[in-house]
């Protein structure tokens, strides 16, 4: 498949470090240098759909296709205020899609996840034309009371275009299942039959062990994935790399071997927006015109699950 066009929306409210130290132990200096996170949008009387909506119209724009031409449309999405239907129905419902459609749970690696799918239906001859959304309010799963977590996230919605074309060049998907990493519970309905109510336990983390798993899921998996499908990795134009922590994108950078320049950031004001990321840094990317014709992108995200992923693709 081929990329043919990108959106992305973010919440109005724009949050600082220092607007969060005023309720919370924490302090700017523990904050940017620990993560490189300077401010985050938060999601306030936005609603997570609407984001969507924006971020899916944008794509669609830029591709020159509408909403009739779509034959799939996968979102990526952790939470959202509704259990069923998924999110790729409200928000189709909002722009008027009405193709297959469903809902993948892959946490920060989902993009790469909605990637390996999209062109997994392409080569099987059942799609010509992908929707992907990646959808997240990650600051409504945490406990704002919890330093060590609430001050990493952000929200908001990439969404990508594509269509036919042999520029996925590949995929690798990795798994390492143990959900004590990174998990959060919401509690059901009780049944006539089940009267204990689960415990709602907001984001948990462990957060030393998963930076250690993101270093190495991510340059095992885009070392591995180069190797696979013969492309050396000064020949990749851009890396793409979800945007969790600039520490870890800085300890990929320096064990790849990489120049800096080569793999953008945007975390100082997005934080965490978990699958988002990637498709929210892609577009911004696109927009300022960073891409040419011909340029190899590598995308690599990880995150709860254990789950990663990475992808090779040229624009
Ligand atoms: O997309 C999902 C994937 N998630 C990630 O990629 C997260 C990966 N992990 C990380 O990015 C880092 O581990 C964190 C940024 C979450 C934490 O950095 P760290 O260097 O691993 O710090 P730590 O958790 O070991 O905590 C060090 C200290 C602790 O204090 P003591 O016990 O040494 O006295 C924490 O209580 O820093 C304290 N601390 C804070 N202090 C001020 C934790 N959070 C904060 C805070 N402000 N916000």
């Known amino acids: 498949m081929r990329i043919i066009g990108t959106g992305s929306a973010l919440p109005k409210k724009v949050v600082t470090n220092d607007m969060i130290a005023e309720f919370l132990n924490t302090s700017d200096e523990w904050i940017s240098t620990r993560t490189g996170i300077k401010s985050r949008h938060v999601i306030t009387d936005e609603k997570l759909q609407d984001l969507g909506?924006?971020?899916v119209m944008k794509a669609l724009e830029m591709s020159g296709l509408s909403v009739a031409d779509i034959d799939l449309f996968i979102v990526s999405n952790v939470v959202s205020e509704y259990g069923t239907p998924g999110l790729s129905c409200i928000v189709a419902q909002k722009v008027g899609l009405s193709c297959p459609m469903?809902?993948?749970?892959?946490?920060?690696?989902?993009?790469?996840?909605?990637?390996?799918?999209?062109?997994?239906?392409?080569?099987?001859?059942?799609?010509?034309n992908v929707l992907i959304a990646c959808i997240e309010e990650p600051t409504r799963m945490v406990n704002w009371e919890d330093r060590s977590t609430?001050?990493?996230?952000?929200?908001?919605?990439?969404?990508?275009?594509?269509?036919?074309?042999?520029?996925?060049?590949?995929?690798?998907?990795?798994?390492?299942?143990?959900?004590?990493?990174?998990?959060?519970?919401?509690?059901?309905?009780?049944?006539?039959?089940?009267?204990t109510k689960e415990?709602?336990?907001?984001?948990?983390?462990?957060?030393?062990?998963?930076?250690?798993?993101?270093?190495?899921?991510?340059?095992?998996?885009?070392?591995?994935?180069?190797?696979?499908?013969?492309?050396?990795?000064?020949?990749?134009?851009?890396?793409?790399?979800?945007?969790?922590?600039?520490?870890?994108?800085?300890?990929?950078?320096?064990?790849?071997?990489?120049?800096?320049?080569?793999?953008?950031?945007?975390?100082?004001?997005?934080?965490?927006?978990?699958?988002?990321?990637?498709?929210?840094?892609?577009?911004e990317c696109n927009r300022k015109g960073m891409f040419k014709k011909g340029d190899i992108i590598v995308f690599s995200a990880f995150g709860a699950g254990l789950l990663s992923g990475a992808a090779v693709l040229e624009w």
């Not at 946490?107 to 010509?128: H, I, N, R, S, T």
């Open 150 to 195: 609430c001050v990493l996230f952000g929200d908001g919605a990439g969404a990508v275009v594509l269509t036919e074309g042999d520029n996925v060049k590949g995929t690798k998907l990795h798994s390492e299942p143990d959900f004590d990493k990174i998990w959060m519970t919401r509690s059901l309905t009780e049944s006539r039959y089940l009267q």
């Open 53 to 55: 909506a924006e971020a």
């Open 102 to 128: 469903f809902d993948i749970n892959c946490a920060c690696p989902g993009f790469v996840y909605a990637l390996d799918m999209a062109e997994a239906y392409y080569k099987a001859g059942k799609v010509k």
């Open 199 to 283: 415990e709602e336990v907001a984001l948990q983390m462990k957060g030393r062990e998963v930076f250690r798993f993101a270093v190495n899921a991510c340059t095992n998996g885009v070392k591995d994935l180069l190797d696979e499908v013969g492309i050396k990795k000064e020949d990749v134009t851009w890396f793409m790399v979800h945007q969790a922590n600039k520490r870890i994108l800085d300890a990929i950078i320096d064990y790849m071997g990489v120049p800096a320049e080569r793999c953008p950031v945007n975390i100082y004001d997005h934080g965490n927006s978990s699958s988002a990321s990637c498709p929210i840094l892609l577009d």
